[in-house]
């Protein structure tokens, strides 16, 4: 009786998924890292709030500061609200997961310019430290600052899901709860600002 030689392995989807997963995940920025970020963030706005109340600017310099003041805010919030776009665009199901991870790379850094230029500017235009509505702006300028480092490395995170189209349910709850609290940070400043600016 002839010897039977044994069936090679069937070559599926899911082996050829398997072994397109095989490729090293991209590396996580460490979380010490994301964290003395955030303290040196949070150190720098306490600087600047001392600073605003120790600069008397002429009225030359507080023109050009509200010039940039105004042009950082162009800066960051029209890119926040492009990556912020595109990821409601992903959530419903109306765009690729790697374009809004394009579109967030590409656009991290006039969004940290726009976020730096609003900080510093504003210590030229006389801001009343002894307002609640102040008070409440700069928190909300750094809940934007800490959900910015938490938006970075949920970027990371889903990064790894980049080619699959899909990410975990509990990935795609923290991307829209960041996309709100950036929404609502950002144009809680802004308003916040304007309102400042009219009395």
Excluded at 34 to 50: E, H, K, Q
Excluded at 53 to 72: E, K, P
Excluded at 178 to 190: H, K, L, M, Y
Aim: charged content about 15%.
């Amino acid at each position: 009786m002839p010897r039977t030689l044994p069936r090679p392995p069937r070559i599926t989807a899911l082996t050829a998924d398997a072994a397109a997963t095989e490729e090293p995940l991209p590396r996580l920025t460490p979380g010490w890292l994301l964290t003395a970020f955030g303290v040196l963030t949070a150190g720098f706005l306490a600087a600047c709030l001392w600073t605003a109340g120790h600069v008397h600017a002429d009225a030359t310099l507080q023109n050009t500061a509200r010039f940039l003041h105004v042009a950082s805010l162009v800066a960051g919030l029209g890119s926040v609200l492009a990556v912020d776009w595109l990821a409601v665009l992903w959530l419903s199901g109306r765009r690729p997961l790697a374009a809004v991870l394009d579109t967030a790379c590409a656009l991290q850094t006039p969004i940290w310019a726009g976020l730096g230029g609003l900080t510093v500017t504003g210590l030229f235009l006389r801001p009343d430290l002894g307002s609640p509505l102040t008070l409440v702006k700069l928190g909300l300028v750094l809940a934007v600052t800490l959900n910015g480092l938490h938006a970075h490395r949920l970027g990371q995170l889903l990064e790894r899901f980049r080619d699959h189209g899909q990410a975990p349910r509990r990935l795609l709850v923290r991307s829209a709860a960041a996309a709100g609290i950036s929404q609502i940070g950002w144009w809680g400043a802004t308003l916040i600002g304007y309102l400042n600016s009219r009395s």
